[in-house]
C-alpha cells in the first residue's frame, strides 16, 4: 500500500459524458502527478500539481483539466469523453523537495471504460 | 524533451542477472533517471534513481555512462516475483525559476522470469 488513495476503483461512461476522478496523496506530500495508461501508449505523464498550483504540463487534451485544492487532494476532470479516453488512470504523489527528482508514489489507478 | 527507448520483452530464468537498458539521447543537464517496476492492475513502483555513475540499493543497481545517454538497471538473481514490467523514467518536475519540467516514461520492458 502506496498510501495514495484514488476513487472511484472502476468507471463506466458513455461517449459525450464528463467524469471525475479523485486522488488523496500520502500524509505531507504536496506534489500530485496524473498520468493515462492505455494499451497501445503506455504510461503517459498529464499533469503535475505542487501545492495547489500547476507545476508540470505533459501530453493533456484540452478536454481535460485538473486541481489540486488546499487540504492537498487532487481531480481530474475528463469532458466530451472519446472511446479512446477508455484507460487505467494513475495518479502520484512526491513530497516535493525541489531536489532532483522525487520519488513518486502511485496510488491503485481509476479504469475508465468509455461506451 | 528527452524521448526514452527499452527493449518491448525480456526473458530470463530465475537466479540469473538481469540488465535491461534505457537510451535517452536527448536528455538534459538537470534530468535524473528513475526506474519504475509495474505489476499488472497496480500502480508502479519505484525501483532506483540516479543522476551518473553507478548507483545500488537493496534490490538494484543502476549504470549510468559518463555521456548519461543511456542507462541499465541490473537485477541481480531474479526470481519469479520480478515478472513486471520496468519503466526508465528521464525528467525532473520542475525547475526554479518558472520554466515548466516535464517527465517522460519509456514503453516499459515486460521481463518474463521463467523456473
New interface residues.
Partial sequence: DSGVTQTPKHLITATGQRVTLRCSPRSGDLSVYWYQQSLDQGLQFLIQYYNGEERAKGNILERFSAQQFPDLHSELNLSSLELGDSALYFCASSVATGQGQDTQYFGPGTRLTVL | LAKTTQPISMDSYEGQEVNITCSHNNIATN??I?W?Q?FP??????II?G?KTKVTNEVASLFIPADRKSSTLSLPRVSLSDTAVY?C?V????N?GGS?????????TKLSVKP
Avoid: A
Wanted: hydrophobic content about 20%; charged content about 15%; aromatic content about 28%.
Fill in positions: 534530468d535524473y528513475t519504475y509495474q492492475s497496480q500502480g508502479p513502483r519505484f534513481q543522476y519503466y523514467l525528467g525532473r518536475l520542475y526554479y515548466q519540467g516535464n517527465l517522460i516514461f519509456g514503453k516499459g
